[in-house]
Nanobody
Framework: QVQLVESGGGLVQPGGSLRLSCQAS????????MGWFRQAPGKEREFVAA????????DYADSVKGRFHISRDNAKNTVYLQLNSLRLEDTAVYYC????????????????????WGQGTQVTVSS
């Protein structure tokens, strides 16, 4: 079983940037497809981005395409989410998820329904 710890959240003005990190322990990160989800107050958790085990394939929610970038460093057991051009509606708790999957799959449904989850990190976009 893999354990996940997110960091890097904080308060940022609209248009600003943040980089979130997800540190994995317990198992080798390269065995897992990885993803980021978020949950805003009063809303359901939603998909943000995902990356395949080797990093060659990525998927993004339409709302973040062109603004967010997911990457991974398997040697450091870490996944990153770069958040650029932040908007008020990006305010949420951001969660990292891991799921065993085929090497070239981002496995978004598996991440959502059967993944391992971290505790989340708060991102607040406010002027």
């Amino acid at each position: 079983q893999v354990q996940l710890v997110e960091s890097g959240g904080g308060l940022v003005q609209p248009g600003g940037s943040l980089r979130l990190s997800c540190q994995a322990s317990g198992r080798t990160l390269g065995s897992y497809a990885m993803g980021w989800f978020r949950q805003a107050p009063g809303k359901e958790r939603e998909f943000v981005a995902a990356i395949s085990r080797g990093g060659a394939k990525t998927d993004y929610a339409d709302s973040v395409k062109g603004r967010f970038h997911i990457s991974r460093d398997n040697a450091k057991n870490t996944v990153y989410l770069q958040l650029n051009s932040l908007r008020l509606e990006d305010t949420a708790v951001y969660y990292c998820a891991a799921a065993q999957a085929p090497y070239s799959s981002t496995a978004v449904p598996v991440l959502k329904d059967n993944g391992y989850w971290g505790q989340g990190t708060q991102v607040t976009v406010s002027s």
